[in-house]
């Protein structure tokens, strides 16, 4: 079956702890992103990936760091420079063609929470 | 002025009603428009593309008038298991972003 799973679906973190959020996919999708979703908000963007080894900051990428080593993968870590942490965290992914866009299909979220 | 926006609602109406849901976005230069259904503490899913001659779907029907820029979506002949938040997503034009709503929460009340 082909999807986005994330891992894991609770995570909870002593603050000034680093913890890295699992995203991978089987899609091969070229394009990978990282959201946050705080409680009746929309979806805000970490970061986004186009293209393996290759990362850029969306509108929130403070206290967020991201590796892009292989297509399939797009770990997260929230960092102990991240001020306020908790939240619903959600990767997706997307083909990416030249000239075109195309919709984003997301993992089953992880929700962290800062004890 | 939030770039994409919606009624937050919420809409409550009973079984069988027709509900129509607005959005408003900032940037003219947004060429794809989305709607996604975000089911309680779940991820967001793909509802439907807006084209720009309006596409429906079964019950489901998007309109898009890219002069107002705005994007509407109407339910018709609702079911219970149409209770969700519906989140309106537009794309930022250059940079293969999309920008999401808030979400516009709708109840089906039986």
């Known amino acids: 079956d082909g999807g986005i799973t994330q891992s894991p679906k609770y995570l909870f973190r002593k603050e000034g702890q680093n913890v890295t959020l699992s995203c991978e996919q089987n899609?091969?999708?070229?394009?990978m992103y990282w959201y946050r979703q705080d409680p009746g908000q929309g979806l805000r963007l970490i970061y986004y990936s186009q293209i393996v080894n290759d990362f850029q900051k969306g509108d929130i990428a403070e206290g967020y760091s991201v590796s892009r080593e292989k297509k399939e993968s797009f770990p997260l870590t929230v960092t102990s420079a991240q001020k306020n942490p908790t939240a619903f965290y959600l990767c997706?992914?997307?083909?990416?063609?030249?000239?075109?866009?195309?919709?984003?299909?997301f993992g089953p979220g992880t929700r962290l929470t800062v004890l | 002025r939030k770039e994409v926006e919606q009624d937050p609602g919420p809409f409550n109406v009973p079984e069988g009603a027709t509900v129509a849901f607005n959005c408003t976005y900032s940037n003219s230069a947004s060429q794809s428009f989305f709607w996604y259904r975000q089911d309680c503490r779940k991820e967001p899913k793909l509802l439907m593309s807006?084209?720009?001659s309006g596409n429906e779907d079964g019950r489901f029907t998007a309109q898009l008038n890219r002069a107002s820029q705005y994007i509407s979506l109407l339910i018709r002949d609702s079911k219970l298991s149409d209770s969700a938040t519906y989140l309106c997503v537009v794309n930022d034009g250059s940079a293969r972003q999309l920008t999401f709503g808030s979400g516009t929460q709708l109840t089906v009340l039986p």
């Open positions: 807006v084209y720009s």
């Open positions: 899609l091969n999708h070229d394009a």
């Open positions: 997706a992914s997307s083909i990416a063609s030249g000239g075109s866009y195309n919709e984003q299909f």
